[in-house]
T-cell receptor, first 114, second 113 residues
């Protein structure tokens, strides 16, 4: 079965500073990997996804993520955060054998200081 | 603007009530999902419908009863719920192919008194 770990529960970053959110997954084959963002009281919005090919993927809102098979990681980065990036971020893994069943990590809450 | 619409946005019900949550999508997706999300927790999968047939039931109590009347609609019927069932219920849809991106609605926040 697949699983996802997001080691950081909270991260506080200053506006304009860079941001990196960690995600480690467990799955025997090549997984489908996703990053979603959730603002308070809202649904989840997809930031980016990795299926295959180029291991550095670009997403919306200036986010990117890098798939590293050797480290079983899919970390999310943004060079310069904006106050509007304050939200909960979820990494998720899917597997072909599991259909479209996504397993989510525990989430990382990002706080942005002015 | 979300392309998955959920109603109602908020629902308060007693433990003896019967209510339903509704979800609609017009993206032509043939897979639809119900997730439950407690405060400060990730979404947990409840049910998956693929081509209007229930394909995954994550051992959800029978007081939750899903229904997929057609390819655009997904309902979650609620009966005899418990206070611990209070949560945000998220609907999502996707292409049924493996790895299809899930599109989420904004959720229905349920409070059980």
């Amino acid at each position: 079965a697949q699983s996802v770990t997001q080691p950081d529960i909270h991260i506080t970053v200053s506006e304009g500073a860079s941001l990196e959110l960690r995600c480690n997954y467990s799955y025997g084959a090549t997984p489908y990997l996703f990053w979603y963002v959730q603002s308070p009281g809202q649904g989840l919005q997809l930031l980016l996804k990795y299926f295959s090919g180029d291991t550095l993927v670009q997403g919306i809102k200036g986010f990117e993520a890098e798939f590293k098979r050797s480290q079983s990681s899919f970390n999310l980065r943004k060079p310069s955060v904006h106050w509007s990036d304050a939200a909960e971020y979820f990494c998720a893994v899917g597997a072909k054998a599991a259909g479209n069943k996504l397993t989510f990590g525990g989430g990382t809450r990002v706080l942005v200081k002015p | 603007d979300t392309e998955v619409t959920q109603t109602p946005k908020h629902l308060v019900m007693g433990m003896t009530n019967k209510k339903s949550l509704k979800c609609e999508q017009h993206m032509g997706h043939r897979a639809m999902y119900w997730y439950k999300q407690k405060a400060k927790k990730p979404p947990e999968l409840m049910f998956v419908y693929s081509y209007e047939k229930l394909s995954i039931n994550e051992s959800v109590p029978s007081r939750f009863s899903p229904e997929c009347p057609n390819s655009s609609l997904l309902n979650l019927h609620l009966h005899a719920l418990q206070p611990e069932d209070s949560a945000l219920y998220l609907c999502a849809s996707s292409s049924p192919i493996p790895g299809g991106e899930l599109f989420f609605g904004e959720g229905s926040r349920l409070t059980v008194l």
